[in-house]
């Protein structure tokens, strides 16, 4: 550590996604953390369950293709040794060519990792304050309210801003029929890791209508903020056309019914929820609706007249910094844009900064950690090559915008620079950059692993983290 003494313990606030991810990669270089978590003592509005690195909607980590945006930052994570990462493989559930995990066993999974890491101690307490006698990563999530996210508006001198996002429903296995609803992939590809549920026009148009006309819960702010379009409620997206909802989450290409060997007109996916296939959830079907109208509408879904609703969906506003400028490459608040002189370093990790999406929300966590263990050795973590989504993401949010306030923004190829060379098709377009941001991933890896393996060794220990 430093020639003043020993480092003091560094505070991880918030053990979600990132805060888990950041807390444990800094444990693995060598240093001590305090991981706090205002469960059980008080949940958000979309937290249910007492556990940490609680999945709030979907129990998706999206696409494993190698040359999607997703499958390319999960392959940087692999090698930059994600350990979050690591548990949902190993918690996975069968969804085709995504990651799917069954989010008990992936919390628990986590949960014990932290619990038992020499080096981290878990304080189940609400932080209201930003400390200054140690370094601090904020990783409260999109729903950080109360004292603390005032004390976070009091120290920079931007405001934040605020998006709306909705959550899609949970039905229980064996209440949906099987003899309407079948096993598959589209295209066939992953095997029948999904449940489709068919509709005929009549019964597509009836939905749409009724789902236009259904009553929406009250949510403050809702009806004028803006909601993000990556996880757009279905009922906003049914009333941008009547054949959207069709071209977008009910798309039914790729999926004949067996029963008919046509394809239908819609398709709504089922996606298995749990290890024991016993919960599934209603793919894209994010939603605002009131709950009993999300019984009344969602049961017209051809398979789920009967079905039982584990979860109803959510509408929540999501908070975020206005992050043109605010943060540093390595998720560092920038010095001069505090209103106080701050002896430690503050960092944020996770969707509070701006990223959206489970995955992008590790990768930030998995960047604040390895940035903790350089500030703690009196460095700074270099620059992520920009090529790589993880480095992408991080240079949208470190680079101040041309004076409009910035989009929460998720992992997407149109962050990339361009390729050197013009390609004509777009899947070797995508591969021509899923292979740059390996290659540059690789030589950037290389060139840090000897600072991370001192980092890890200064302890006497390995690191689990990096190999
Ligand atoms: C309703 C909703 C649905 C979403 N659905 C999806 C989805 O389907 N797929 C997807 O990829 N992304 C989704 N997201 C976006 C995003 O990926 C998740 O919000 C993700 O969990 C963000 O990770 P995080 O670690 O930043 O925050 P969180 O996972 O929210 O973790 C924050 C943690 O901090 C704790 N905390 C908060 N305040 C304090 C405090 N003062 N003191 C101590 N602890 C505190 C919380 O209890 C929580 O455990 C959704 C977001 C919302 C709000």
Redesign the pocket.
Known sequence: MTDAGPEPRALV????????ECALQAASLGLLVDL????PG???P??HSDG???????N???SMQPSSASGIQKEELFRMGSILLRVARETAVPAGNALAVDRTLFSEQVTHRIRTHPRIRLVE????DLPDDRPVVI????????P?YDRIQELTDSPSLHFF????PLVRADTIDRTLAYAASRYGKGGDDYLNCPMDRDTYDAFVRELLSARLAPVQGADEGTVFEG?MPVETMAARGPETLRHGPMKPVGLPNPSTGRIPHAVVQLRQDDRAASLYGLVGF?TRLAYPEQDRVFRMIPGLGRAVFERYG???R?TYLAPDGLLDHDCQLRPDRMRIVRRYPLLF????TGV??????IA??LVAGWSLAFLAHGLRLPVLPSTTLTGALQAYLSHPSSGSSLSPM?ANLGLLPPLAEAHWKKADRHAALAERAMADLDRFLAQLSSTLDWFSMTNGRGSEAVR
């Open positions: 606030v918030g053990a979600g996604l990132a805060g888990c706090a978590e205002q469960k008080r949940r958000s979309a937290h940490l690195a609680e999945l709030v909607c979907s998706s980590f999206k307490e609400r932080i209201s990783a409260t999530g999109p729903l950080t309210d109360g603390l996002d909705a959550a899609a996880c994010q959510v509408m929540h999501n990790a996770g969707q509070i959206e999406g489970y995955v992008e929300s930030s966590g998720n």
